[in-house]
Nanobody, 125 residues
């Protein structure tokens, strides 16, 4: 089970940190990803991290502003979001995929079989 939290209302330029806690699984065996879905749009990739945490990848629109990280001891993946913009407004979802390789990550929605319930981020202008 994946449980996302940390969303809320923030002004443009502000920061939020999303968390996603995984239970019932060996968290360190899973690559993790964050996706977001704005109203009326598709669910898009935001960031991914390998099971070891040593490899990360971001969509261009968030590079330099967002940071994905993980704490394998506490079964949690984070998304630190800085310099938020109104166009970052969306429901953010965490996702998990079992990985055999420690350095692998995935960026496509259909590569992730496990999903959290989503947390809403609203950025006001």
């Amino acid at each position: 089970q994946l449980q996302a939290s940390g969303g809320g209302l923030v002004q443009a330029g502000g920061s939020l940190r999303l968390s996603c806690t995984v239970s019932g699984r060996t968290f360190s065996s899973y690559g993790m990803g964050w996706f977001r879905q704005a109203p009326g749009k598709e669910r898009d990739f935001v960031a991914a991290i390998s099971r070891s945490g040593g490899s990360t990848y971001y969509v261009d629109s968030v590079k330099g502003r967002f940071t994905i990280s993980r704490d394998n001891a506490n079964n949690t993946v984070y998304l630190q979001m800085n310099s938020l913009k109104p166009e970052d407004t969306a429901v953010y979802y965490c996702a998990a995929r079992f990985q055999y390789n420690t350095g692998t990550y995935n960026t496509k929605r259909n590569e992730y079989p496990l999903w959290g319930q989503g947390t809403l981020v609203t950025v006001s202008s």
